[in-house]
């Protein structure tokens, strides 16, 4: 004997399948990375810069093979290279750029991925970064494995925002998202082993300044958003 269905039921499943279908119509489709130029790190970022020079010799910290498997899965393309100046002090600068800012592939931050690799977070912090033509929101961390202190300073960018992540980002998105356009991302981390964080956070300001004021006018706001910029410090 065939089961019975009452109207209730035969309701509840009309709106389920209209709920999938609306879903399914309504989901981004168009990739905005690929209505712009493509992006290419290495011929992007300079090897020289203001007071900044590349040490090819010296390799950035690497990840664990799980971290690195997860990065490889979220990024499209990603840079680390190790930079010093005529003092001696050096910068690790790593950038990963993704061409899919869905929910399934989102920018892998660092107070997610240092703690992952077993680091302490010691501080975490949101920072308005002065840049060449405009501030933007950046966050800074300390950070800290055994002997090592890692200050961290980075900012991430979907689409043209520069965003701080949770709710910033996910209004982003979703304004993309009404247009039927899937955003890329970039997140661009610039640390150093120093014990002083002050001093630390300092530097690294000054050379994401000088970094993003070397990046051709072309491609710069790739890096620093073209969203209006944010009132500076005082």
């Keep these: 004997m065939a089961p019975s269905f009452s109207v ?18 309504m ?6 990375a690929d209505q712009r130029p493509p992006i290419e790190l290495d011929a992007m ?13 010296i390799p950035v910290h690497i990840v664990d093979p799980e971290q690195q498997a997860t990065i490889d899965r979220i990024y499209s393309k990603t840079i680390s290279r190790n930079y010093v100046n005529a ?22 931050k660092p107070e997610v991925c240092y703690p992952a690799q ?31 202190f890692e ?18 980002k996910k209004l982003a998105e979703m304004r993309y998202g009404l247009t039927g356009t899937v955003p890329d991302g970039m997140l661009v981390r610039v640390s150093s082993i120093d014990r ?7 530097i690294q300001a000054d050379f994401a300044s000088a970094l993003v004021g070397s990046i051709s006018p072309e491609h710069r706001a ?13």
């Excluded at 020289?48 to 090819?56: L, N, V």
């Excluded at 077993?118 to 961390?141: C, E, M, W």
């Design 45 to 57: 970022i300079p090897s020289r810069f203001g007071e900044w020079r590349e040490q090819a010799n």
């Design 151 to 168: 200050p961290v300073t980075y900012w991430t960018v979907i689409g043209d925002h520069i965003t701080r992540g949770g709710v910033d």
């Design 118 to 148: 077993g680091f302490k977070l010691l501080d975490q912090k949101d920072h308005v970064l002065d840049l060449p033509d405009r501030s933007i929101a950046a966050t800074r961390l300390v950070t800290n494995l055994s002997q090592r």
């Design 27 to 32: 989901r981004p489709t168009a990739s905005l």
């Design 8 to 25: 209730k039921s035969f309701v509840l499943l009309a709106l389920m399948l209209a709920s999938a279908a609306a879903a399914s119509f």
């Design 87 to 108: 003092d001696g002090y050096r910068i690790m600068l790593v950038i990963a750029y993704g061409k899919d800012q869905s929910d399934a592939l989102s920018l892998h």
């Design 196 to 202: 002083d964080s002050i001093q630390a956070h300092r």
């Design 222 to 234: 790739r890096f620093s958003g073209s969203t209006p910029p944010l009132k500076t410090q005082p």
